[in-house]
């Protein structure tokens, strides 16, 4: 298996082949769309550790709450237009492990819950494709 093709708990932390990513993008203010609309835009972005992923802000849709997105389910970053998108459904989106704090992507606790969710929804949908 080549890197970031195995989308399971280690795998949904690296950037997928072919999504467009590009090692040292900065993607803070792009807009990120899930595969049924839009859920925010990239607050922040930690590529300095082995669970590499985006802060987005949802802003009113959800509340104002954050979501914590990894790599590995970046489908397709377009620089031109400063998109990002990724494999989940906006209410796979909502439904994702709460983020309160920047401490929780410290908590390996945390990450693993959202590693699971996140790889759980990508095995789901190459299942159904």
């Known amino acids: 298996m ?3 093709s195995d989308v399971g708990t280690d795998g949904i932390w690296l950037y997928r082949p072919g999504s467009g990513h590009r090692e040292g993008l900065d993607l ?4 990120v769309e899930a ?12 590529d300095d550790t082995p669970q590499r992923h985006l ?14 997105i990894p790599a590995g389910t970046v489908t397709g970053v377009d620089e ?8 989940c459904t906006r209410a796979d989106a909502k ?3 709460r983020f309160e704090t920047d401490r929780e992507t410290r908590d390996p606790r945390y990450l ?3 590693g ?14």
């Open 35 to 46: 595969t049924d609309g839009i859920i925010g835009h990239v607050d922040r972005q930690a």
């Open 116 to 129: 699971a969710y996140h790889a759980r929804l990508s095995h789901a949908s190459q299942a159904s494709g």
């Open 2 to 4: 080549t890197e970031g």
């Open 28 to 31: 803070t203010g792009f807009r």
């Open 95 to 97: 439904e994702a492990p």
């Open 55 to 68: 802060i987005v802000d949802t802003g009113a849709w959800v509340f104002g709450r954050s979501l914590v």
């Open 112 to 114: 693993a819950a959202v």
């Open 80 to 87: 031109r237009e400063r998109t990002v998108t990724v494999a």
